[in-house]
């Protein structure tokens, strides 16, 4: 029903706010593209009563980071009563918590890096595990403060406990994982295809990689062997499922094949809100399963709903 008017909601006020206007933007262009009324609306602490002045039919939310993705915005548009795009409240809220996410995870069979939870100040004291190790935020995305401890390293990172920091109080440090960076999309009930993701110029997937053109490269599908294709389907269905999530999502994995081809699978992450820029990934696994970017959004458009 092209004839829906759809307030795509973008910018916020995380510290993802230029991705997100980039994806709203991006979307917005597509969904008037294909037919749907569409308004830009960037998102401020009065959103509620935008909404309420301007009565669209669906949110679509392409919103990043905190308040977009942790379950706010979901909240209020339950409130408001208005059909939204993407995960609802609690698995937003959850995927959001790599802590609990992980949780839920591990419940769920699929395997995952050792890790702990420790204020940050901790970290600056000691090493909190044996080096190689990843400190991240609880509660951010877009690899904003990850911090990677190489082998014989002998001094923690210091910027973790040092006022500078901004990512909140309590970190995760995770075992880090050697090996290949592949990543899997879902949409509603279906796994699509594997890219990995091969750093330019970068020693991980961080926010340049992500986001500026040339930061990386997207092997589409990813060259593995079949078995282990369909291992990280498997999987990234599995977590989607567990955790709860609806529309799209995107789990992230880490592949150690230096030492056999089975080598180690580690899922590492599920994105709620994956990025929808000209850069992103999930766009290009859709478009590798026979969907182009606006039959993905109006897909994700005609799927909204409210109690999600």
């Not at 877009?142 to 973790?160: A, K, L, N, Y």
Request: glycine share 10%; with cysteine; hydrophobic share 40%.
């Amino acid at each position: 029903m092209k004839d829906k008017h759809v307030a795509v909601l973008m910018g916020g006020f995380s510290s993802e706010r230029p991705v997100s206007l980039s994806s709203g933007n991006a979307c917005a262009a597509a969904l008037e593209e294909v037919g749907y009324k569409v308004t830009r609306v960037d998102v401020g602490r009065h959103v509620g009563s935008v909404l309420l002045a301007l009565k669209p039919d669906v949110c679509f939310n392409a919103l990043h980071g905190p308040f977009g993705e942790d379950g706010t915005i979901q909240g209020i548009l339950e409130y408001l009563a208005i059909p939204y795009t993407h995960s609802g409240v609690l698995a937003s809220a959850l995927a959001m918590n790599k802590e609990q996410a992980k949780k839920v995870a591990k419940d769920a069979g699929i395997p995952v890096a050792e890790s702990k939870i420790i204020d940050r100040f901790a970290v600056g004291a000691k090493h909190p595990m044996k080096p190689p190790y990843v400190v991240k935020p609880v509660n951010e995305g877009s690899s904003f403060g990850v911090v990677i401890v190489q082998e014989g390293q002998t001094h923690p990172p210091q910027i973790v406990s040092s006022p500078e920091w901004k990512y909140g109080e309590r970190v995760m440090v995770e075992r880090y994982v050697h090996g290949r960076e592949l990543t899997c999309a879902v949409m509603g009930d279906v796994a699509l295809g594997v890219t990995e993701i091969i750093p330019t110029g970068h020693s991980f997937y961080d926010y340049d990689s992500k986001y500026v053109a040339g930061g990386s490269k997207h092997e589409c599908p990813a060259k593995i062997s079949p078995n282990i294709y369909q291992k990280i389907q498997t999987l990234a269905l599995k977590a989607h499922q567990a955790i709860g999530c609806r529309g799209v999502s995107r789990s992230d994995f880490r592949y150690d094949d230096r030492h056999s081809e089975n080598g180690e699978l580690i899922w590492l992450e599920i994105n709620t809100q994956p990025g929808m820029t000209p850069t992103s990934l999930v766009p290009e696994i859709a478009a590798e399963a026979g969907h182009s970017f606006g039959d993905l959004l109006s897909w994700m458009v005609e799927d909204a709903s409210c109690l999600r």
